[in-house]
């Protein structure tokens, strides 16, 4: 039976602190509803009602244009227990972009292990929580995080990372802008 919960309790936290995946979804007022897959030791929980994670460059950058586009910013992340007992997750709230170089992302960035290619903090502000069985999630043994994305992002460089962004996070696969400006 699905349970709702105003805010992140200690046994919600052990558990989302356990996962090594969580997923992202985000949907402008018109378009595509996106939901991206996200690991590499990412998340945090920042207080009871906030949580945030560092997210690095990839090849698109469609929850920064959901943020922009959206005026209620609405973002689900969502948590699956893939061994041990079953579970669902579900956190419901508002999203907000910090991106590299603010003031924001600099107070923030302490709380997260660096990563190198991060390209902004993703933070949510919390109302409500909700579990369920997952009774339905397979069992799957994690073996490690994969390094493909961090050794792309070395091999492109500081600068060579700044010019992909540019020219492929700029907007969205809808065409929405994400708030990186084309220089």
């Not at 929980?45 to 929850?63: K, M």
């Not at 069992?139 to 010019?163: A, T």
Request: one cysteine or more; charged letters at 20%; glycine letters at 8%.
């Amino acid at each position: 039976m699905a349970k709702f919960f105003s805010s992140i309790e200690d046994e919600h936290r052990a558990f989302i602190e356990k996962q090594h995946v969580f997923f992202v979804a985000s949907a402008p007022p018109a378009g595509r509803v996106n939901v991206s897959p996200k690991g590499m030791n990412a998340f945090r929980v920042l207080g009871p009602n906030r949580v945030g994670y560092l997210d690095v460059t990839g090849s698109g950058n469609e929850t920064s244009a959901h943020m922009e586009a959206s005026p209620d910013h609405r973002l689900t992340i969502m948590f699956c227990a893939f061994d041990g007992l079953p579970l669902i997750l579900r956190l419901y709230g508002q999203g907000a972009i910090h991106r590299l170089g603010t003031k924001a992302y600099e107070e923030l960035l302490p709380n997260f292990t660096p990563i190198f290619g991060a390209r902004q903090i993703v933070t949510m502000q919390v109302q409500s929580l909700q579990t369920t069985c997952g009774y339905a999630v397979p069992l799957m043994d994690w073996r490690e995080d994969r390094p493909n994305l961090v050794r792309w992002s070395e091999n492109k460089g500081e600068d060579g990372l700044v010019e992909y962004r540019q020219k492929n996070n700029v907007t969205s696969i809808d065409g929405l802008p994400t708030g990186w400006a084309a220089d």
